[in-house]
């Protein structure tokens, strides 16, 4: 019998997120499609990258990589080796025990030949993080006879809004965006915006590959009230602002809101404002602001690192998850709340109106007096009520991932 073509996961970027409570938006996805590969019969291998050296890794890996992400607690060192490998972080511990599992690894001029043993009938390579897809390794994996290469796309925001990104993703992000255009067979978009926005910045290198328009699935952990941190300050209504703090997802305005509403309001009628994700980058600013305002630790608090049943929990009983960022590759929080039936309200990025509509209440990014007056007539009704109105909010037709990858491997099979 004829080997059958398989399908090559790339999780270079999954390894790196081995050890976090949570995971980005972009980790999430990737680990889905780590997740519905293993659930699949055809062949499947892993390519994770370390230094130079790209490392094949079997089916039994990606087992193991995902209950390491599940539960962090499971990657533990267990020889004396390991444990000083751990002190420099539980990537480097995940990395090495993958590496004694591999089937081979190889230097880039080395990958073709290493792939063609192992995949002898060829199949798909499946990028999905932005991580490990430059030029060399795509035409590698394509040189390959059989091989394909498909790439997930989340955003273009590196491009389009340098200023708020690291110095450095500009340059990589440009560099993905010519391998997609040389060497994908198929491009993935997460939405018809990331499509277009992608379309417009390949323009440079040459025609964009066939492409497909992918949403995401949406998930929501079971809340986990028990996983909050002891002491939270829940005697009060609560909004929710879910992301890392970088640029771009706006955080600024929040607190310029809660300084319009200490002043405009009796103190205890102020409601909470729970910031749920770590410090990104270029952000210093925010972050001075942040840690001298008077109303941190009355008002407003920082939680980061909480792990999803937390998060959950506070999604429930939010009076409204506010998004005020000014871009957005998808935004799985917004989908996240529509499908728990919490309110939100959210700046009108065009990938909000396409794959929630009308369900959020729209407000223009720098609209102070908009975003105070929107989140004062969330504080309108009582809990009681808002709670009957979730029960009754029509469901919408969010995505699941058995449709993303329906659509995704009817094109890549």
């Known amino acids: 019998m004829a080997a059958a073509r398989g399908r090559v996961l790339d999780v270079t970027r999954l390894v790196l997120r081995t050890g976090r409570s949570t995971l980005t938006g972009i980790d999430r996805v990737e680990r889905a499609y780590l997740r519905e590969f293993l659930d699949r019969p055809e062949p499947l291998f892993l390519l994770m990258k370390q230094g130079r ?4 890794l079997p089916r039994s890996a990606g087992s193991l990589l995902e209950g390491w992400l599940a539960d962090p607690a499971q990657l533990v060192p267990r ?7 751990a002190r420099r972080g539980a990537p480097a511990l995940a990395a090495r025990r993958l590496r004694r599992m591999a089937l081979g690894g190889a230097m880039p001029d080395g990958v073709a030949a290493l792939l063609a043993r192992h995949l002898p009938m060829g199949g798909w390579y499946f990028n999905t993080g932005h991580v490990n897809a430059g030029v060399e390794l795509l035409a590698a994996v394509r040189s390959v006879p059989g091989m394909q290469v ?3 796309v989340h955003d273009t925001i590196p491009l389009d809004f340098p200023q708020f990104s690291r110095p450095h ?5 440009g560099a993905l965006v010519e391998a997609v255009v040389r060497h994908a067979d198929l491009v993935i978009c997460n939405s018809a915006a990331t499509r277009d926005d992608l379309a417009r910045q390949a323009r440079r290198h040459g025609p964009l590959p066939e492409s497909i328009v992918a949403h995401l699935g949406t998930e929501v952990a079971a809340p986990d009230p028990a996983a909050l941190p002891e002491g939270l300050p829940l005697d009060r ?4 602002a879910l992301g890392t703090l970088e640029p771009r997802k706006n955080h600024a305005l929040l607190l310029d809101v809660w ?3 200490h002043a405009t309001m009796p103190e205890d009628e102020v409601p909470r404002l729970f910031l749920v994700g770590r410090r990104g980058w270029r952000n210093e600013e925010l972050f001075a602001r942040l840690d001298l305002s008077p109303h941190l630790g009355r008002t407003i608090h920082k939680l980061p690192g909480l792990p999803d049943g937390a998060v959950a929990a506070l999604m429930a009983g939010a009076r409204a998850l506010l998004m005020p960022s000014l871009a957005e590759g998808y935004g799985l929080p917004v989908a996240e709340a529509a499908a728990m039936g919490t309110p939100v309200i959210a700046a009108p990025l065009p990938v909000y109106l396409e794959f929630v509509g009308d369900y959020p209440v729209y407000v223009m990014q720098g609209d102070l007096y908009s975003w105070s007056a929107r989140i004062q007539e969330q504080l309108g009704s009582d809990a009681a009520v808002q709670g009957a109105m979730r029960r009754c909010v029509p469901q919408l037709a969010l995505k699941t991932w058995a449709g993303h990858f329906h659509h995704v491997l009817s094109k890549a099979c």
């Open 259 to 261: 300084d319009h509403l």
């Open 79 to 85: 020889v004396l080796v390991e444990r000083l490998i």
């Open 150 to 152: 498909a790439v997930l």
């Open 237 to 240: 209504p609560y909004f929710l």
């Open 169 to 173: 993703a500009v340059e990589e992000f």
């Open 53 to 56: 050296r790209q490392w094949l």
